[in-house]
């Protein structure tokens, strides 16, 4: 089993920044070997939308909405993948949710709220 828990999501005023986190952690996990990416589920929208990923061989991917923007990491060391976001927009503003991807399994973590507006 795998846990995810993010972190670091705000209310931003449009124009600025914010860098989430997830912290990944498990019984017999190794963060690693995992593909790990970044959905958001906007407001009134049931589908979550791909945001980005990395995989475990260092391949990047953005949704084209944020390239430029955003910007995923990982430190395998620390367990974690990152999320910078600059130049954030209102339609920014969804729950970021953290994604593990593994052989076809994947897990979720609980969400965090970004908020873009003045």
């Known amino acids: 089993q795998v846990q995810l828990v993010e972190s670091g999501g705000d209310l931003v005023q449009p124009g600025g920044s914010l860098r989430l986190s997830c912290a990944a952690s498990?019984?017999?996990?190794?963060?690693?070997?995992?593909?790990m990416g970044w959905y958001r589920q906007a407001p009134g929208k049931q589908q979550r939308e791909f945001v980005a990923?990395?995989?475990?061989?260092?391949?990047?991917n953005y949704a084209d909405s944020v390239k430029g923007r955003f910007t995923i990491s990982r430190d395998n060391d620390k367990n974690t993948v990152y999320l910078q976001m600059n130049s954030l927009k209102p339609e920014d503003t969804a729950v970021y949710y953290c994604?593990?991807?593994?052989?076809?399994?994947?897990?979720w973590g609980q969400g965090t709220p970004v908020t873009v507006s003045s």
């Open positions: 994604n593990a991807e593994y052989g076809g399994v994947q897990y």
């Open positions: 498990g019984s017999i996990f190794a963060f690693s070997r995992y593909n």
């Open positions: 990923k990395r995989t475990r061989g260092g391949s990047l």
